[in-house]
């Protein structure tokens, strides 16, 4: 049997990355899934693309687009939702903390933090109702380490991780798990960005900065989109039903993420 056979998903940020293939891995585990995205190309393409997927335009760092986006999904869900992976995420502003602008900072946290607020907010009448749900907030390993260079960002991954744990205590008489998974470097393009990006603020060549990640991870490699979407489905499934509260590493144990030399 399909572990999410007959779930209602919904996530963000799914037009490409971790949360496109997340919101592909749970459909194949017979889940009706929704997905969100602020680039409207993103969700035109997969519209056209992905028949069993359910595209959506949403800023979930907007209120408002929020609550457009939950009254869209749960008007045709008759009102049940049993699976929130908030994904979406941006990398954010990258150098010393004294050059850095607020509103980059804002919008990091925006983003990346406020965003899984403002979308647990309205899921979670409708658990609590059910008396049933899960719930996944996308950390990373820069929410259990230091990142110099990467303030806003590690910020915001700690505060996930802080939302989890306490949301978890909260809800957990609902029936409700709420867990937070931690990636590291992911292979794609949005690493190859950071990557590029780490570079030039320090000014060296980025096959040094990729040969650093790589030296601090005990596997010596990076993980893949895929190894997320099963760690999500896993605890989203009744494989993981007793699991709730926990921020859960992807990794290949990466033991810092200190790379300024």
Same mark, same amino acid.
């Given at each position: 049997m399909k572990k999410l056979q007959g779930k209602t998903a919904l996530v963000t940020g799914g037009g490409s990355g971790i949360g496109y293939t997340i919101a592909h891995t749970f459909e194949a585990a017979g889940a009706t899934v929704w997905v969100? =995205? $602020?680039d409207t190309g993103r969700i035109d393409q997969l519209n056209e693309r992905d028949r069993n997927i359910r595209g959506i335009v949403a800023d979930v760092g &907007? *209120? +408002? =687009? @929020?609550? +457009? %986006? !939950?009254e869209s999904v749960l008007n045709e869900t008759d009102g049940t939702l049993d699976i929130l992976v908030n994904n979406a995420g941006i990398s954010g502003p990258n150098g010393p903390l004294e050059t850095l602008q607020l509103q980059a900072w804002l919008d990091t946290l925006r983003i990346n933090l406020i &965003? $899984? !607020?403002l979308c647990c907010r309205h899921a979670l009448p409708v658990m609590k109702g059910q008396r049933s749900g899960s719930i996944v907030n996308l950390s990373s390993t820069a929410g259990t380490h230091g990142y110099p260079l990467r303030t806003p960002y590690a &910020? $915001?991954?700690w505060g996930i991780i802080g939302l989890t744990k306490s949301l978890a205590m909260e809800v957990g008489g609902y029936g409700i798990r709420v867990n937070a998974i931690c990636p590291g470097p992911v292979s794609g393009a949005r690493m190859d960005r950071v990557i590029d =990006? *780490? /570079?030039e603020t320090r000014g060296i060549d980025s096959s040094k900065v990729r040969e650093q990640f790589t030296s601090q991870i005990s596997l010596k490699c990076f993980v893949e989109a895929e190894d997320i979407a099963q760690m /999500? %489905? !896993? @605890?989203c499934s009744e494989q993981g039903a007793r699991i709730s509260g926990q921020a859960l590493s992807v990794d290949g144990h990466t033991e810092s993420l200190s790379l300024i030399d």
């Open positions: 969100c =995205d $602020a &907007s *209120e +408002n =687009d @929020v609550q +457009n %986006l !939950f &965003s $899984a !607020f &910020s $915001a991954k =990006d *780490e /570079a /999500a %489905l !896993f @605890v």
